[in-house]
């Protein structure tokens, strides 16, 4: 069934040739017990492993079941080892760190038998060899006869053709020896054996066939055999490690040491745990400078008014102004100010406002208008209707109130979102008190401070009777009813043109056409609101300020007023801007005094100036509107700063992470090493070099993983001190928060280097010759 023909195999090391194999022609028959028989160095084990298919041949030809084995490609080898052959070393070669059953199993799960059918096979293949007392035992249990019975019970498992013994019980006593040779002879019933034996006495006692040799050739032949020309009869069933397999396989080795694994886990996660605290860290300073930058806009925001400074030409301005030399002659030169030529006036129009409105969400959610409109107000106290204004200042004045506003410390118009699918802007920032929060247009609220007090005059301008430190009950304020009357019922137009208000306040507090105002709920501040945009007092919505204007825009006075430069009310001349705001304030204008943008922090800024910049971009000087970003003059380094000290902390972190791949190779390479032994048998058995590559790569990558979660726990485990220590200094509360996005994309990442620092080492493990991973000690 097997046949050499001409085989020969050298070994060169330097200038010496070594004929390990010079010509051997031999054939064997299906069954037979052939004993090989010669002094050390002959080539006895070189010729098995050629047999084998451990090692190759450099010249001739090896037959098998009719087929050349010329053509033959690694893989198919290992597939002749998994499926016909069976070995059995002098040294045993158990893998130590697996039980004796799995060490049977072995063989058959390369070839992917099932795990029932595999138990069942190898505890019937240990029976068989005399071992069922001890199944459950590890190689080291095992006396040296019992362990060469394990050894045989896995070359049977796989029920393989061929079984090659090389000087099987050399390292045994005479008596093991002959029940070891006894159960040889008994399996060459079934198969061919292929003994190696330097014991001329076993040989003759047992073997059907003794062949002699001597200096790589066969010197004498007891039996021979002819091999008749046969057909190919050849068939192989290719072998595969799944990764689930190997990483078995592994997981035991690593078992085995525990002290170490945990040590070089350990060693490697530190790397992991400097990465995850400087995120951990730089996230919650990023987090506590956005709030603070958020806070910063939140007071000045990027302000777009009808009336601008431009603070360039003013700066040009004041560097000439320097320049100029000592006055000369008698006579006075008028100069118009600095500031008042870098007064510009921007022309806000529906289109502007609608570019505003077309900013990314994303960068600035809120936009506040401010609009001079005054409101024509009136309130039944205790059945007597009185006017009333929404201000805190302590002399009632509407216009005074707006102007307040405009300066953008506080608002009385809440803010209007861009994306309605956002969390409203009032209930996010604000704390419902009593009532509700507002939903229709014509809904107010009413602002108070953290301690619940409120301007006084705001209540007293309300109407309400009050004096300092008199509290007024929630249930009183809500539901309070407000009517605002339209120009021209407000508004009297005398004989002269002159327009007075009208002083019949009772009948106008019933007019149809009044729109009826409440106040909805009262309202204050969360205490982690970032955007406390509203000053206390009555607050109500940019709608309600549109709404008034469309009421008063074609009213008779603001008509008037529009035909001609001195004030209607009062006849004192008017210069264009003084019209332009009194307009503003009877409804006559459309367009807001000014918008503030309120950008989430300093990048979102920056983006959303250059989206403004983008408008002015090809405009003439008039054309370009000219906006104020308070805050940018204020600080603009906090952010960069802290994303350079994170790339740099990060750097720092990435070398030690880079160490400890290292560290991964250097380990993984001293296990390649020590499992050289290992990495024969599997070859022994069928494994091919790809599957001795995953079982190193499955080590890494439990190690990796491990080091990752490990370096993760610590990582965690430190933000508690850490956050405590920075507290004591800082006053500022968990800081550092660990993202666990972030973590899990490290502990990917600590697997991946890892692997990648042992995949080399176990690519050389996979490059191990088999025949000379055997010969190994
Ligand atoms: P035996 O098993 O009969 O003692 P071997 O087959 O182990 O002999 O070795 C035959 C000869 O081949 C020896 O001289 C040995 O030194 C040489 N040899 C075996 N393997 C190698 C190798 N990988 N490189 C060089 N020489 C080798
Ligand atoms: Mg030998």
Redesign the pocket.
């Known amino acids: 069934m097997l046949e050499l023909k001409d085989i020969k195999?050298y070994?060169?090391?330097g200038e010496t040739v070594?004929?390990?194999?010079d010509g051997v022609s031999v054939a064997f028959r299906k069954q037979e017990f052939v004993a090989i028989l010669?002094?050390?160095?002959?080539?006895?084990?070189?010729?098995?492993?050629m047999i084998g298919g451990l090692d190759q041949y450099d010249s001739g030809d090896m037959v098998i079941n009719g087929k050349s084995t010329k053509s033959f490609k690694p893989t198919d080898w290992d597939a002749y080892r998994n499926n016909s052959i069976g070995f059995v070393f002098q040294s045993y070669n158990l893998i130590g760190h697996l039980g004796i059953l799995e060490n049977v199993e072995l063989g058959m799960t390369l070839s992917g038998v099932s795990g029932a059918e595999k138990r069942h096979r190898a505890e019937d293949a240990l029976i068989r060899v005399g071992l069922k007392d001890h199944l459950h035992k590890k190689p080291n249990q095992l006396s040296g006869g019992q362990m060469q019975r394990v050894a045989i019970a896995r070359a049977l498992a796989n029920d393989p053709d061929i079984l090659l013994c090389?000087?099987p019980t050399g390292a045994l006593d005479t008596e093991t020896s002959v029940q070891i040779m006894e159960l040889i002879r008994e399996l060459s019933g079934e198969k061919l054996v292929i003994m190696?034996t330097h014991n001329p006495e076993l040989a003759k006692q047992y073997a059907d066939r003794i062949i002699e040799?001597s200096d790589?050739k066969i010197r004498h032949d007891s039996n021979p055999h002819q091999e008749r020309p046969k057909p190919d009869q050849f068939q192989l069933k290719r072998t595969k490690m799944s990764f689930w397999t190997a990483l078995n396989l592994s997981f035991n080795n690593i078992r085995t040491k525990k002290g170490r694994t945990f040590l070089t886990a350990f060693a490697s996660s530190i790397g992991i745990i400097s990465i995850g605290v400087v995120l951990a860290l730089s996230g919650g300073f990023q987090k506590q400078i956005d709030q603070t930058q958020t806070k910063t806009l939140a007071k000045y925001p990027i302000t777009i008014s009808q009336q601008a400074t431009d603070l360039q030409a003013a700066s040009a301005e004041q560097q000439k102004e320097t320049k100029q030399l000592s006055g000369k002659g008698t006579a006075v030169t008028a100069k118009i100010s600095m500031q008042q030529k870098a007064m510009k006036t921007n022309k806000i129009t529906t289109k502007y406002l609608n570019y505003v409105k077309d900013i990314d969400p994303a960068l600035s959610n809120n936009i506040g208008y401010t609009r001079l409109v005054g409101m024509n107000l009136l309130r039944k106290v205790d059945g007597k209707v009185e006017t009333v204004t929404f201000s805190s200042a302590s002399s009632s004045n509407s216009g005074a109130a707006a102007m307040s506003a405009s300066t953008g410390l506080g608002s009385s118009s809440f803010p209007e979102q861009l994306d309605q699918t956002k969390e409203n802007f009032l209930k996010k920032n604000y704390r419902l008190l009593s009532g509700s929060y507002p939903t229709a247009a014509t809904d107010l609220v009413l602002v108070v401070n953290s301690d619940n007090t409120i301007n006084i005059n705001a209540l007293k301008n309300l109407g309400f009777d009050i004096n300092d430190g008199e509290k007024i009950d929630f249930d009183q304020l809500v539901g309070t009813e407000i009517q605002l009357v339209g120009n021209d019922d407000y508004y009297t137009a005398l004989p002269t043109g002159n327009y007075i208000p009208n002083t019949d306040v009772s009948s106008l507090y019933d007019k149809s056409g009044n729109l009826k105002l409440k106040i909805a709920g009262v309202i204050r501040a969360r205490s982690n609101s970032n955007m406390d945009l509203l000053s206390t007092g009555v607050a109500y919505s940019d709608k309600l300020a549109r709404q008034i204007i469309d009421l008063n825009q074609d009213s008779a006075i603001v008509k008037a007023q529009k035909a001609t430069d001195v004030n209607v009310m009062t006849n004192q001349k008017m210069d264009a801007t003084t019209k332009q705001t009194f307009l503003a304030t009877l409804g006559g204008s459309s367009m807001p005094y000014s918008l503030m943008i309120y950008p989430n922090n300093f990048k979102d800024k920056d983006a959303v100036l250059k989206y403004l910049d983008k408008w002015n971009k090809g405009k003439s000087k008039t054309n370009k509107i000219t906006y104020l970003d308070l805050a940018g003059t204020v600080t603009n380094l906090t952010g960069g700063l802290m994303d350079a000290i994170t790339y740099v902390l990060v750097a720092f972190a990435a070398i030690s992470l880079i160490t400890s791949m290292i560290m991964i190779g250097i380990l993984t390479y001293t296990s390649v090493l020590e499992r050289t032994k290992e990495i024969g048998v599997l070859r022994a058995l069928g494994a091919r070099s790809k599957d001795v590559t995953r079982v190193f790569d499955a080590e890494t990558f439990i190690l990796g993983v491990s080091s990752g979660l490990l370096g993760i726990l610590i990582a965690e485990l430190l933000t508690f001190p850490i956050n405590s220590l920075l507290y004591n200094l800082t006053d500022l509360k968990n800081v550092a928060i660990l993202d666990p996005v972030q973590a899990l994309i490290l502990v990917v990442v600590s697997t991946i280097l890892t692997m990648l620092g042992g995949h080399i080492p176990a690519r050389m493990a996979a490059k191990k010759?088999a025949?000379?991973a055997l010969?190994a000690e």
Do not use: M, Q
């Open positions: 195999k070994y060169r090391v070594t004929k390990a194999l010669g002094p050390s160095g002959s080539g006895k084990t070189t010729l098995l492993n090389d000087e190696v040799f790589g010759d025949a000379i010969r």
